[in-house]
């Protein structure tokens, strides 16, 4: 896929997935939050809980699901940048999760949205 394809496919993948979290009862605290750490795509609230949302967005699944692409590393740059995130935000009693949406876009149907909630544990300082 071209690299300007794939910059367009993943904002509006986090579109769909902010909208989606709504309809489930989320509430959207933040999109795009970015600090030196890393980046993160939403965080969002689910009743008590702040959860950090990686949205991995694909135009099919053939190759390898989205969340196929939320490897260690990814792992790691998102547990660091959730760390900056709760320590600005004075949340550290607060409990947290890290959730993925895997959105498929297929070229001639609906979005197809997989949420993985506690798709991972954070890993270690």
């Not at 135009?59 to 990814?74: F, G, M, T, Y």
């Not at 297929?106 to 300082?125: S, W």
Request: charged content about 30%.
């Amino acid at each position: 896929m071209p690299r300007c394809e794939m910059m367009r496919l993943g904002p509006s993948g986090e579109q769909i997935g902010a909208r989606y979290l709504r309809r489930q009862g989320y509430r959207i605290i933040k999109r795009n939050y970015r600090c030196t750490a890393g980046e993160i795509d939403i965080v969002a609230g689910d009743r008590d809980t702040l959860v950090f949302v990686e949205v991995k967005t694909r135009r099919s699944d053939e190759a390898a699901d989205p969340e196929a692409a939320v490897n260690h590393h990814k792992r790691v740059q998102i547990t660091r940048a959730a760390r900056f995130f709760i320590a600005e935000s004075r949340a550290e009693r607060v409990p947290c999760r890290f959730d993925v949406l895997a959105i498929v876009l297929p070229a001639d149907g609906r979005p197809e949205v997989t949420h993985f909630i506690n798709a991972f544990t954070p890993t270690p300082k």
